[in-house]
Antibody, heavy 116, light 111 residues
Framework: EVQLVESGGGLVQPGGSLRLSCAAS????????MSWVRQAPGKGLEWVAN????????YYVDSVKGRFTISRDNAKNSLYLQMNSLRAEDTAVYYC?????????WGQGTLVTVSS | NFMLTQPHSVSESPGKTVTISCTRS????????VQWYQQRPGSAPTTVIY?????PSGVPDRFSGSIDSSSNSASLTISGLKTEDEADYYC??????????FGGGTKLTVL
């Protein structure tokens, strides 16, 4: 059974940093693109970033370019999202997702709140 | 880049059939696969359709997906509606630059 478990969310002040992690199991992690998707309170889903199987290609939504970095450790079956210079508008539940063209599996999400 | 436009809400009675549309603003709907996700209140999304019309294991065959090049849109059809189908539904596709695009979501009410 595919499992994706996010961690690392919490309350952070504007301008601060946070690192999200996603522990993957139940599939060959190194064979799949992975994604982060977020959902602001009461809003729809927004794609944040994608990373290729070997980490050689990374793509970001314009609003996070230069502030967020997606990475992975295939030896640890883990996906990460380093978030710097956080803004109030980054407040959202962040989901880790396994991709195969579209998203096939979702984690349960971790809440990030940016507020003073 | 392109946008995916969905109706804000749809409603239908139990046992009936409902169709949710997803219209691509530019470029061909057929050029990249479309996926559909269900999100019940307070829960994470789940995938109900991938690659235009494929159902993951465990998704009932009451759910079906299609694309229509003439209207440049994709559709999710749910037949034999059940109260448990009440949820938000999102379509999603991607562009040639490996950027994903989500539709704004459609709230399905089964009343």
């Amino acid at each position: 059974e595919v499992q994706l478990v996010e961690s690392g969310g919490g309350l952070v002040q504007p301008g601060g940093s946070l690192r999200l992690s996603c522990a993957a199991s139940g599939f060959t992690f190194s064979s799949y693109w992975m994604s982060w998707v977020r959902q602001a309170p009461g809003k729809g889903l927004e794609w944040v970033a994608n990373i290729k199987q070997d980490g050689s290609e990374k793509y970001y939504v314009d609003s996070v370019k230069g502030r967020f970095t997606i990475s992975r450790d295939n030896a640890k079956n883990s996906l990460y999202l380093q978030m710097n210079s956080l803004r109030a508008e980054d407040t959202a539940v962040y989901y880790c997702a396994r991709k195969s063209r579209g998203i096939r599996n979702w984690g349960q999400g971790t809440l990030v709140t940016v507020s003073s | 880049n392109f946008m995916l436009t969905q109706p804000h809400s749809v409603s239908e009675s139990p046992g009936k059939t409902v169709t949710i549309s997803c219209t691509r603003s530019s470029g061909s709907i057929a050029s990249n696969y479309v996926q559909w996700y269900q999100q019940r209140p307070g829960s994470a999304p789940t995938t109900v359709i991938y690659e235009d019309n494929q159902r993951p294991s465990g998704v009932p065959d009451r759910f079906s997906g299609s694309i229509d090049s003439s209207s440049n849109s994709a559709s999710l059809t749910i037949s034999g509606l059940k109260t448990e189908d009440e949820a938000d539904y999102y379509c999603q596709s991607y562009d040639s630059s490996n950027h994903d695009v989500f539709g704004g979501g459609t709230k399905l009410t089964v009343l």
